[in-house]
T-cell receptor, first 116, second 112 residues
Framework: SQTIHQWPATLVQPVGSPLSLECTVE??????LYWYRQAAGRGLQLLFY??????ISSEVPQNLSASRPQDRQFILSSKKLLLSDSGFYLC???????????????FGPGTRLTVT | DQQVKQNSPSLSVQEGRISILNCDYT??????FLWYKKYPAEGPTFLIS?????DKNEDGRFTVFLNKSAKHLSLHIVPSQPGDSAVYFC???????????FGPGTRLSVLP
């Protein structure tokens, strides 16, 4: 069966510090991978998606970047965190299909980031 | 511009009664609709979905109804159980899953 891991579970970082969140998927090959953010009181916002190694698409301009160095590894980074980067970050995967998107996405446990 | 709306941020229901969660969308290109359930500090889990060619899909205690002309869908949970207490997200996508958009969520509390 497929499993998705995210770490760390919680993180408190000062403004201006760098960020690296990691997500790995097991039990599937060439998944589509996604990074979402849920800010307090708001819905899930898609940040990045990837259909393969080194292929990253950004949905919204922001202080963050993503990389996919391996097939089942997706990393969310920032060089300098802002207060507005605080939120709950979720990684998700979906079955690779002919389209970039798949109907159902499966989510990791999330990382709660607090920027102070 | 919010393409998927869930106008009730919260809902409280008595155990055993019906919970009805509503969702409205604005993009007529949406063809596939999904409901996700999310517990605190966990990622969302897929619950049930419906294609635009149907107006109802049922899975156990969960039923989703779609009214395309009104651009409205609803999730019915019968009977509601305390374990159903969670945030429920409505999501929509195009025919091939593109333009996947989540609503802001509705927090359901099922009271014992």
């Amino acid at each position: 069966s497929q499993t998705i891991h995210q770490w760390p579970a919680t993180l408190v970082q000062p403004v201006g510090s760098p960020l690296s969140l990691e997500c790995t998927v097991e039990g599937t090959s060439n998944p589509n991978l996604y990074w979402y953010r849920q800010a307090a009181g708001r819905g899930l916002q898609l940040l990045f998606y990837s259909v393969g190694i080194g292929q990253i698409s950004s949905e919204v301009p922001q202080n963050l970047s993503a990389s996919r160095p391996q097939d089942r590894q997706f990393i969310l980074s920032s060089k300098k965190l802002l207060l507005s980067d605080s939120g709950f970050y979720l990684c998700a995967w979906s079955v690779p299909s002919g389209s970039i998107w798949s109907y159902e996405q499966y989510f990791g446990p999330g990382t709660r980031l607090t920027v102070t | 511009d919010q393409q998927v709306k869930q106008n009730s941020p919260s809902l409280s229901v008595q155990e055993g009664r019906i919970s009805i969660l509503n969702c409205d969308y604005t993009n007529s290109m949406f063809d596939y609709f999904l409901w996700y359930k999310k517990y605190p500090a966990e990622g969302p889990t897929f619950l049930i979905s419906i294609s635009s060619i149907k107006d109802k899909n049922e899975d156990g205690r969960f039923t989703v109804f779609l009214n395309k002309s009104a651009k409205h869908l609803s999730l019915h949970i019968v009977p509601s159980q305390p374990g159903d207490s969670a945030v429920y997200f409505c999501a929509a996508s195009g025919t091939y899953g593109q333009n996947f958009v989540f609503g802001p969520g509705t927090r359901l509390s099922v009271l014992p």
